[in-house]
């Protein structure tokens, strides 16, 4: 059964099969009558998309037709989301099934990846312009380059079995130990230097170039991007996607692979109503990241260089860490232009959030003035000392990190056929978010080699209730310093 392949069958027109509507609080399944109307009438309308109210939510539907949903305020999606009627497919599963991977970090390619593994095709979309990985980020800038990962600095391993994917990304040349000097610096310049264990991990190129690298080798794993999907629809036994009226596909399955506003708008009208409601839950912070390309080295009091490669920063309103890319990456061993990214604190970015889409210049200017202050500050230099870099570049992510989590490796709504991995369900890490789509990739190939199970046997992480997550203000890194280790057992719990 591991290697079972799944054929994709439409179901056509034909009288309506028996209904039945969801208990949102128990997962009762509830009879409902058995209607039945001609061939012609049956085309308008799936099979198997079944609601609690389907008068109100015709209502509703047509009152609101043509409306984007972009725009509306965070009350307004809550109110949408909770309101929504659970959809429910009863049709049987195409023999060669197809998932939809809505989401290109980490998490979501992991989940491709592992449902390869298992026998079943996926297709990724993703937003990227420049490549995958999402939080993976790393900026390129010809012609010298310049080279900055602007998102995720580096990682620990905890888990054995992500262990073992990062050996075998070691062996490919894909990641490397991260040999330079961690530690913490506080305001003034007094620095204090990590053991070298845990050992950390970068990847050699750049996060971006791990992200596109791991799908080099699948043959049942489709990519499209630049591509947003805007509209998830129910049809015929299929989830249907769209970008802005473009026809995307249509799928057995959906994974939400990404989170935030957007994945709160594109759930509010799903019919994936317990879904969207643990999306909601989530909270997030807001990081800016700046990035700095310098000629020369960085001046540090009392050094004949800066002592460190990268170091998470205490005491500094503006900044949390900092990290020399031209030594992490070993881009240049002539001393060439020296590339640094300086993230905020998530007080800096919370205190100075602004649309990420459409930064103002006036908040542009004030937060790279206070960052490169903090930095100064950080390094015990006396104020307009820092030298100026000739290239900076901006960037906030809005949608940063969790700040609490459910901790489930991930969530399976059985009855819509849909499911959500990231990090932020176990924690706030790439080992999280790896485990998260090994977890949810296993689980919905189980699911699929289960036909006619009981769907509350594979409901997973619907009503969990979130708690605080711990960390540094840029993620956590089990092992590293006193902060305490992921339970591995629990990481596992589903990955089986």
Known sequence: ???????????????????????????????????????????????????????????????????????????????????????????????????????????????????????????????????????????????????????????????????????????????????????????????????????????????????????????????????????????????????????????????????????NRLLMTSGLPLIAKQMKRLELSSIWALLAAFEDPLPFPGRIEVPFEGAFVRGVDSVSWMANNTKKLMISQSGGPHCWTFLSTAAYGKQNKVPQENIPSATAAKVKAGMLEGVEAAFGLSKGSLPKPFYTRLQLWGAALPTNTPGVPCIFDPLGRAGICGDWLLGSNIEAAVLSGIALANHIADYFQRPGADPGEFAVGLNHEFQPLEGHDIGQFPGLGSEEKMNEGQAYELAK
């Open 1 to 263: 059964m591991k290697n079972r392949r799944w054929k994709t069958l439409v179901l056509g027109p034909g009288l309506w099969k028996s209904m039945v509507c969801v208990s949102l609080k128990s997962w009762n399944v509830l009879p409902l009558s058995v209607c039945s109307c001609s061939s012609a009438a049956s085309k308008r309308y799936s099979n198997d998309m079944v609601t609690m109210d389907a008068q109100r939510q015709k209502r509703s539907s047509s009152k609101n037709r043509g409306k984007s949903s972009y725009g509306t305020s965070r009350r307004s999606i809550l109110k949408k989301s909770f309101s929504q009627e659970q959809v429910t497919f009863t049709a049987p599963l195409s023999d060669d099934s197809l998932v939809a991977v809505i989401g290109g970090g980490i998490s979501g390619l992991i989940c491709a990846l592992f449902l390869e593994k298992r026998g079943v095709r996926s297709t990724v979309f993703d937003t990227g312009i420049h490549g995958l990985g999402g939080r993976l980020g790393t900026r390129v800038v010809d012609p010298h380059p310049l080279k900055f990962d602007h998102a995720a600095q580096f990682f620990t391993v905890n888990d054995s079995r992500f262990a073992e994917l990062v050996k075998a990304w070691m062996e490919k040349g894909l990641v490397r130990e991260w040999q330079g000097t961690v530690g913490e610096l506080h305001n003034g310049g007094g620095f204090v230097p990590f053991l070298p264990s845990p050992p950390r991990y970068v990847a050699t190129s750049g996060m971006r170039f791990l992200a596109d690298s791991l799908l080099s080798e699948t043959r049942m794993v489709n990519v499209v991007r630049p591509c947003w999907i805007s509209k998830l629809e129910p049809f015929n036994g299929m989830w249907h996607l769209s970008e802005n009226g473009k026809p995307c596909g249509k799928f057995d399955a959906i994974v939400i692979a990404h989170n935030g506003k957007c994945a």
